[in-house]
């Protein structure tokens, strides 16, 4: 990615160290010259106040600080206060040191003492003789400061009027004349470039100058004047490295530093921040699966910073939708169920509809022809109108019956009807509507075998469940078969592990008959369903008898079931026994 945050970071890391280098460079190109040259001006001033600390001591003593060093020498004394103090500046300030008398007694560290000596003599007598507001260079040509330009003019006429000097080419330098002087001694000043000398700074005391040596091609920062004793003069000498080519080195090295820094810390912030993108990125495609709704990918991380708290609230997040996802797939399945049995409840009102304007139509039509014929005299005896206003009866009757178990269907699946609940033995009403069935078992031939447990008490509604065991027990005549075999069983069941709280009443009735197809079981229960239509057309059958059976036991707090035999079919429900019953009436 180009634009991932690992290269960001990487850049941004890039731009500030080179911003920073920048800046260091352009500190170092514009005052690192003139802090070096501060800090050296800093030592000279230090080692003329611990010099001059020395000669004030010594004058106390009616001393001087010449005279000390020089009975120091003499007895070779080497470990004296005075002598480690000038060891240490030699040493450890590199810091050489000329020092004169008015008696012409000399003493010094610096390696060039003979040199030193000369220019501290050629100071201090330029300095008599011209003022301190005179600058010059080295060999000695005075340049009024009124025309610093004019360097020509006023070397020359330095020279001729140089107090030291014998004929204007030689400057004497420790009070030799030139003739007696060496060549270490004088310069031909014709012969010698001019040494350029830059006053930093003037005190009462002392004079803090810049001299460039152009015979050994180096620099100097020279401190020279007079102590506070008046008496001793003094030179100071700190040899220094050209300050540009110190300069240049100190950038060049810093480049070549910074140029190595900027490209290792590049590096370990490239593969550092990737400590901090990896999380970020596994989070990245985490949350891609999670759009493709994959809750598996979790977040394995165990950081405890902002990064480890988003991870754990992902993984919550992703809990939370896979589960209500999972709530909304079963809603949407129930749903579907809910379309579905409406569908299908719609489908099997229609079919209904149909069956029972197919079924009122043959009674109607029956009823309408046989009354015509009343109306039209065609029964003219007794006998004849007695059998057309049988007709008439039986078919108002059917219709009747349809009516009923029609509304009692409604009512008992839309709770408008109130149970009227009583005890009563549940046996003993089984017999009843057994012999009040004794006819029409007899006219189509069945075996009937009764196998009932006696007293059998329970609380319910005797009509209600007197017509769910006659729906069952004419749904068993209606489909006898066979050996036309109904047994009819009335037991005790249980239900659950507490057989107090689940003690049922069983009531079973078998028929011999064909088994109703597999996939029909469930469907029984429901309106207006038929297995075998034609058939049920012969009884006059409207598909809502076992429908009346389920609501009426459900609404007792009971359940019902089919199962298929060996020859037969058997139909049962189960009823609570009397003493776990509410008293009340239940709906």
């Given amino acids: 990615m180009n634009h991932s945050i690992r290269n960001n970071f990487t850049l941004i890391f890039i731009a500030l160290v080179a911003a920073l280098l920048i800046i260091m460079y352009c500190v170092y190109s514009f005052f690192l010259q003139e802090y070096y040259r501060r800090i050296k001006i800093d030592l000279l001033e230090s080692a003329y106040q611990t010099v001059d600390t020395a000669v004030q001591s010594a004058e106390k003593e009616d001393k001087t600080l010449l005279g000390i060093l020089n009975e120091e020498y003499d007895q070779n004394v080497e470990n004296s206060s005075v002598t480690a103090m000038f060891r240490s500046l030699s040493e450890r300030s590199n810091i050489g040191i000329v020092m004169l008398d008015s008696s012409g007694m000399m003493a010094a560290t610096s390696r060039e003492s003979e040199w030193d000596a000369m220019k501290l003599r050629a100071y201090l007598a330029f300095s008599e003789v011209y003022g301190d507001d005179v600058e010059f260079t080295f ?63 003037k005190t009462d005391n002392y004079t803090i100058q810049m001299f460039n040596d152009r015979r050994s091609r180096s620099g100097y920062l020279e401190c020279w004047g ?95 939708l896979e589960q209500t996802i999972l709530e909304l797939k079963d809603a949407n399945a129930k749903l579907q169920e809910d379309i579905d049995a409406k569908i299908k409840i719609d489908e099997m009102r229609k079919e209904f509809i149909a069956d029972v304007s197919h079924e009122l139509k043959t009674p109607i039509s029956i009823i309408e022809g046989y009354a015509e014929g009343l109306v039209e005299g065609l029964a003219e005896d007794k006998e004849t109108r007695d059998y057309y206003c049988g007709v008439i009866m039986d078919e108002s009757a059917k219709m009747n019956k349809m009516v009923k178990q029609l509304t009692s269907l409604i009512t008992y699946e839309f709770g408008e009807d109130v149970n009227d609940c009583v005890s009563f033995d ?162």
């Avoid at 820094?261 to 990737?274: E, P, R, S």
């Fill in 139 to 201: 060999p000695l040509n005075r340049k009024p400061a009124s025309d610093k330009t004019n360097n020509k003019d006023s070397s020359e006429s330095d020279a001729n009027n140089s107090p030291e000097a014998s004929d204007g080419k030689t400057v004497p330098i420790s009070g030799k004349s030139a003739a007696d002087g060496s060549a270490s001694d004088t310069e031909t000043a014709a012969e010698a470039p001019w040494q350029p000398i830059e006053i930093l700074k």
């Fill in 226 to 320: 007079t102590f506070s004793d008046g008496d001793t003069h003094f030179l100071m000498t700190m040899p220094i490295a050209s300050i540009e080519e110190g300069t240049e080195i100190s950038k060049r090295f810093l480049f070549g530093v910074s140029a190595i820094i900027l490209v290792m810390g590049a590096v370990a912030v490239y593969f550092t921040t990737g400590l901090i993108t990896k999380p970020i990125n596994d989070l990245a495609h985490i949350s891609e699966r999670m759009s493709d709704l994959d809750f598996s990918a979790r977040y394995e991380g165990k950081q405890k910073n902002e990064i480890g708290v988003l991870g754990a609230s992902m993984n919550s997040m992703s809990d939370k």
């Fill in 426 to 587: 549940l046996s003993e009403l089984i017999r009843s509507v057994l012999e009040a069935q004794k006819i029409r078992l007899n006219e189509a031939g069945a075996v009937l075998i009764t196998e009932l447990e006696s007293p059998a008490p329970v609380l319910a509604d005797e009509f209600k469940i007197e017509e769910a065991f006659t729906n069952y027990l004419n749904n068993a005549i209606n489909h006898l078969d066979g050996q036309k075999r109904i047994r009819v069983r009335l037991e005790e069941a249980f239900e659950g592990t507490d057989q107090d709280a689940g003690r049922m009443w069983k009531v079973s009735v078998y028929n011999d008959g064909e088994p109703i197809p597999e996939e029909s079981l469930d469907q029984l229960w429901d309106k207006f369903y038929k297995v075998d239509k034609s058939r049920s057309r012969q009884y006059g059958g409207s598909g809502i008898g076992l429908s009346i059976v389920k609501a009426v036991v459900e609404a007792h707090k009971g359940s019902c079931g089919v199962k298929n035999t060996e020859e037969g079919v058997e139909f049962m429900f189960m009823l609570p026994a009397e003493k776990i019953l509410d008293e009340e009436k239940v709906k």
